[in-house]
């Protein structure tokens, strides 16, 4: 044995090198207690849901437990009503979504359309405009008594009535589709993407043209991941609220969010929580029970990724002629999604009252209820509100599902994978039912603590949400951190909490950038939520709008809804701008 | 029966733009086992898509048969379904969602000129027969191992009786000792039925397998084109000959003689590079199994002593490390031949026909 080699007993006497070991880490319970206390939180809500199903009377009241909620639910016609109008509304959604984003999907991943940057950002310009004003903007245009369009039809070209109506099922689910579509483009463009390309060059090669490949091959492979987006769209449908309150309000047509709010808001008498529990239960296990079909069709399309070649790209299919078509498509799109429904809000705003467009119609426009609205002080408050939440929610978001997903890819605790399920639960459970859970929370302890009406019961309800957003991209930016990196620090003796901040969010920044702009951008959209939790002293802006609205200000709403973009556009686009290249940057 | 032209791939996906395929030209006579060889990135998957008609060449022009596929100087490309090629993908690239008989049906059924049925049925029939899969029909094929789907992609590229057979890399994915057994189906079903086959591979012993003809590619160009022993003999230059297989390289000058001075000693070799001038530097490559070693001298040219350094089994070959006249050279051995010790004095002899000389 030459000299400075060492021996066996040379290590017995070293320092140990992992002094951590046996020694209980403080950081890593507080970690995994943040995670938990998340978890408990979304299934004590939802808990709620089903206990007030089963009370009657007011909260913080006793009450007998008891099944006559879902007696009285089940046995009054008129909510089947509401529910086959659910249905009707969901599915005229996804015939919207689906196709159009899958034809998107295809343009941009498969052909050799021009400018296909420019058009991803068309695409994905729908954010800039909250759903609910979309919605008021096809009033505006299409109904049958104050569109704009329909107006001109009437006064001006002299048809007897009006031909269109916007405030139908159709007419909803078109709206909604139209706003999904880029949900839908995003998803099939993946799933394309995942495909391996020698699978559809294998067809050409072989004498197959391009329509039938594009039938016979393409179409069925991805047609488990358009399966899933359908139904993953169809959740989202049947829990929607902005189009079915904007627009089926106006003609007393009631899909389940809306009845569920005049439920807990109605018109006279007193809030029926026993009802609105009864009907969010039911609601429940429905979403729950779709998602078996969901994560039936997801694993399905993710067996067909077999094994790929070597990463070249494939030969765009060129459009030749096909292309003008392409963009026709895609204009049109941009046309429906923000052009018209921004030009119709824009007329109804600087008009006194709604007119055809004419020329006399053009002589009264006037700015006269923008230097009104502006010394609104509500509209200020709103506004100062809705900026606190787009700080806060996505803060507290990181916070707590940084904690879920390293507990879910780090720890080796046991019952972490029903953390990610728990964390996942609000994407299909409807919103609305949270918000309601925290209304109804806060009555019950109103006498202990004053939350009721607060803005916090506002974060705590969008951070509970939309923690799932966080810990799905999380999770897969966690596992992409090699485990030795941080087993690196740990034999060098770091506490988890010090791994976190010193190895793991450096390695994971831009997902975390990414969560933090995309649900700040959630925050600023959200009405549903926003709209069962609203009070005096907690309104923000899409609230603000909301009650103008409702209370037949339509001009003054479409003044707010039209301040609303012009103002946080820039703040917005600029977001969207960053956590794209963050999402570029992560995938890369 | 395949002719190409100065063809070139120009990409241009940010960055500088990149020749894949550099002003190739070849010429692939009928029936003819055609290898390309080389390095991932030397643009010979680019060539094989060209002939497929999967990648859009921006110069040059493309015959299979007495048809122009391809000519950018005169505007023709046409589209790969009509080019009537059958291509065995990398990946397999079969169908997930469809039967094995489907897979190959497949194209029968949709192609221009499609067959009846019953005729169908019997081609299919026949191509499960050539690949040995007979009575696999119905099986679906994510059901089949590695070794099924590749034999699956060669029955349906067969299927359509191509004149041109288009391989890429068909053997990567299968484990070694599968390899070596399609491989030589592979061989025995080309000449059996008398397809001309366009092979691309990285692997050089493959390629000295199958192929009648191999060219070497390295960055879009062609280095050399010939008859597999041909090129393996003599190499173009040092780089084929290191692409080919593993060399020792002397360098040297040529003296008047016409004899190479080197590190070794004086070398006498067969053809000199053409700018093998006396006094030109000159390298000498010679195999590691084409170096003899013995313990007595056999009195023959390029013979010289030698010490053994050290010595590595490897199953059905030894191999040694040598040291001639302080050069090191590696040697390898059959082990049918006597075992040498480490330390031991022996003699090493390069003959003649064996030795490459390049320019430097």
């Known amino acids: 044995m030459t000299a400075g080699n060492t021996t066996l007993q040379d290590l017995d006497t070293a320092p140990r090198l992992l002094p951590r070991l046996g020694r209980v880490d403080w950081s890593q319970t507080l970690i995994v207690g943040v995670a938990v206390a998340a978890a408990a939180t979304i299934v004590i809500l939802l808990g709620l849901i089903v206990w007030m199903s089963l009370r009657t009377g007011v909260p913080a009241q006793p009450s007998p437990y008891t099944l006559e909620n879902y007696h009285t639910l089940l046995s009054d016609p008129y909510n089947y009503e509401v529910l086959g109008t659910t249905l009707a509304f969901a599915l005229v959604t996804i015939a919207v979504a689906v196709p159009s984003g899958a034809v998107f999907a295809w343009l941009l991943e498969r052909t050799d359309l021009p400018g296909k940057t420019a058009a991803a950002t068309l695409l994905s310009m729908g954010i800039l405009i909250p759903t609910f004003l979309k919605a008021m903007g096809w009033v505006f245009l299409l109904h049958p008594r104050i569109g704009a369009l329909n107006l001109f039809l009437v006064r001006v070209v002299g048809l007897e009535s009006s031909p269109f109506n916007i405030a139908t099922v159709v007419g909803m689910g078109f709206v909604q589709g139209i706003t999904l579509a880029p949900v839908a483009y995003v998803m099939v463009a ?72 005049f439920m807990v808001n109605p018109a006279e008498g007193l809030p029926q929580y026993g009802l609105s529990g ?59 999604a923000v052009v018209l429904p921004l030009v119709s809000m824009l007329w109804a705003s600087l008009l006194p009252y709604m007119q055809a467009p004419s020329w006399r119609a053009l002589a009264s426009l006037s700015l006269e209820r923008y230097t009104s609205v502006f010394v609104d002080d509500a509209l200020i408050t709103s506004g100062l509100n809705t900026l606190f939440l787009m700080f806060a929610v996505p803060t507290a978001i990181l916070f707590f599902s940084a904690a879920i997903s390293w507990v879910v890819t780090r720890s080796r605790l046991r019952g972490r994978m029903v953390l990610d399920a728990i964390a996942f639960l609000p994407h299909p459970v409807p919103n609305l039912l949270f918000a309601l859970a925290i209304a109804y929370l806060a009555l019950v302890v109103s006498h202990v603590v004053p939350l009721y009406g607060s803005i916090h019961l506002l974060v705590l309800a969008y951070t509970l949400v939309w923690i799932g957003f966080g810990t799905r991209t999380l999770n897969s930016n966690m596992l992409q951190v090699h485990r030795e990196l941080e087993e690196a620090a740990q034999v060098g003796g770091a506490s988890a909490l010090r791994i976190v901040r010193k190895i793991i969010v450096p390695l994971i920044r831009p997902g975390l950038v990414y969560v933090w702009i995309w649900t700040s951008l959630l925050a600023y959209r959200e009405l549903t939520m926003a709209v069962l939790l609203s009070s005096p002293e907690n309104q923000v802006i899409s609230t603000f709008i909301w009650g103008e609205w409702t209370g037949g200000g339509l001009g003054d709403a479409a003044t707010a809804g039209i301040l609303m973009v012009v103002i946080m556009s820039p703040l917005v686009a600029g977001f969207w701008t960053v956590a794209r290249r963050q999402l570029d940057v992560a995938e890369s | 029966m395949i002719e190409i032209r100065g063809l070139s791939k120009i990409f241009r996906t940010g960055g500088d733009p990149v020749h894949a395929v550099d002003n190739v030209s070849l010429s692939i006579g009928e029936r003819e086992f055609f290898v390309l060889l080389g390095l991932s990135g030397s643009g010979k998957t680019t060539l094989l898509r060209s002939i497929a008609g999967l990648e859009k060449p921006e110069s040059g022009e493309i015959r ?68 040995q899969l007979s009575g696999l029909e119905d099986r679906p094929a994510p059901m089949l191992s590695g070794g099924q789907q590749q034999r699956v992609a060669l029955a349906r590229a067969l299927a359509v009786e191509p004149q041109v057979l288009l391989m890429d890399e068909p053997l990567s994915n299968l484990d070694a000792r599968l390899r070596e057994e399609v491989r030589d189906e592979i061989k025995a079903l080309s000449q059996k039925l008398g397809v001309t086959v366009f092979y691309v591979t990285h692997d050089q012993v493959e390629a000295m397998a199958l192929a009648d003809t191999v060219a070497v590619m390295s960055h879009g160009k062609i280095l050399q084109t010939g008859p597999a022993q041909a090129v393996y003999d003599r190499p173009v230059d040092r780089s084929v000959g290191e692409f080919l297989g593993s060399m020792n390289e002397l360098e040297g000058r040529v003296d008047a003689d016409g004899r190479v001075v080197t590190g070794v000693g004086s070398l006498a070799c067969g053809l000199l590079p053409q700018e093998g001038d006396p006094g030109g530097e000159a390298l000498v490559g010679v195999r590691p199994n084409d170096v003899y070693v013995s313990v007595a001298a056999t009195g023959r040219e390029n013979e010289f002593p030698a010490r053994v350094e050290s010595r590595v089994f490897l199953g059905d070959i030894v191999a040694y490390q040598l040291s001639v006249n302080g050069t090191a050279i590696s040697c390898k051995t059959t082990v049918s031949e006597p075992a040498f010790d480490p330390g031991a004095n022996v003699h090493v002899r390069f003959p003649r026909d064996k030795l490459k000389v390049f320019a430097r």
């Open chain 1, 278 to 336: 009864a009907f969010g239960t039911i609601m429940i296990g429905l979403s729950l029970f779709l998602m078996i079909p969901y994560f039936a069709a997801l694993r399905h399309s993710h067996r067909y990724q077999i094994i790929s070649g070597k990463g070249y790209q494939t030969r765009p299919i060129e459009l030749g002629r096909w292309r003008l078509l392409g963009w026709g498509a895609l204009l049109l799109y941009v046309l429906l």
């Open chain 1, 190 to 261: 993946a799933a394309l993407r995942r495909m391996n390309p020698a699978l559809v060059e294998a067809a050409a090669v072989h004498g197959v043209g391009i329509v039938r490949s594009l039938l016979r091959v393409e179409l069925p492979l991805v047609w488990p991941a358009i399966l899933s987006v359908m139904i993953w769209l169809f959740t989202i449908a049947i829990a929607a609220f902005d189009v079915p309150a904007v627009i089926g309000m106006t003609n007393n047509i009631f899909t389940f969010s809306t009845a569920l709010y």
């Open chain 2, 64 to 131: 299979l048969g007495d048809r122009v596929v391809n000519s950018a100087e005169r505007g023709i490309f046409i589209p790969p379904s009509d080019r009537g090629v059958g291509m065995v993908f990398q990946s397999y690239a079969v169908w997930p969602h469809m039967t094995v008989f489907d897979n190959i049906a497949f194209p029968l059924l949709n192609r221009r000129g499609r067959l009846p049925r019953a005729q169908v049925r019997e081609r299919v029939r026949h191509a499960l027969e050539l690949v």
